[in-house]
């Protein structure tokens, strides 16, 4: 069964450095999603992209991250300079009509 | 008004129970409703998609009030392994809309 995959599982990182978290969709998919879940909190979404372009994005999704699909299977999102708050699990989804959604793992992203 | 909102938990219930599970969002302009689950520190799974006329897929159940903008989720005969926490997911007027996650309501189901 085709399923969403994300790398690192776990990524720490010191306060202020760069950090890139990776994910493949299954491969017939158009739309693609990043979701962070805080610790004991709700999963929020943070952005939507179909079409080589953003789609949607939250107002956590400010001008520290950036995503990009830099070839034809993988799926980025890029935290410029990472903050103690954006400790979290960073969770990659992936839809075929934009419909029902398929979440990879999760990336633990832990700021230092 | 939040935008999902769940009926707090924990849910503990014996195996073999029937539990419901209960939501309301707030945009009318929904189109598209979900149950996830998910377990301890795992990624959200899809368990079924909610439709207007309701539908069932084997011990579970979800039912879709539009006017009520309300949504359930019913168990019937619980197993150990029903024990997560369900997630009520709605999304916006377009299907690539941003999803919004309810809170989520732990559900144990006790030996």
């Known amino acids: 069964e085709p399923e969403v995959t994300q790398t690192p599982s776990h990524q720490v990182t010191q306060m202020g450095q760069e950090v890139i978290l990776r994910c493949v969709p299954i491969s017939n998919h158009l739309y693609f999603y990043w979701y962070r879940q805080i610790l004991g909190q709700k999963v929020e979404f943070l952005v939507s992209f179909y079409n080589n372009e953003i789609s949607e994005k939250s107002e956590i999704f400010d001008d520290q991250f950036s995503v990009e699909r830099p070839d034809g299977s993988n799926f980025t999102l890029k935290i410029r300079s990472t903050k103690l708050e954006d400790s979290a699990m960073y969770f990659c989804?992936?839809?075929?009509?934009?419909?029902?959604?398929?979440f990879g793992p999760g990336t633990r992203l832990t700021v230092l | 008004r939040k935008e999902v909102e769940q009926d707090p938990g924990p849910f503990n219930v014996p195996e073999g129970a029937t539990v419901a599970f209960n939501c309301t969002y707030s945009n009318s302009a929904s189109q598209s409703f979900f149950w996830y689950r998910q377990d301890c520190r795992k990624e959200p799974k899809l368990l079924m998609s909610v439709y207007s006329s309701g539908n069932e897929d084997g011990r579970f159940t979800a039912q879709l009030n539009r006017a009520s903008q309300y949504i359930s989720l019913l168990i019937r005969d619980s197993k150990l392994s029903d024990s997560a926490t369900y997630l009520c997911v709605v999304n916006g007027g377009t299907s690539y809309d941003k999803v919004i996650f309810g809170p989520g309501t732990s559900l144990s189901v006790i030996p």
């Open positions: 989804a992936s839809s075929d009509l934009g419909n029902e959604q398929f």
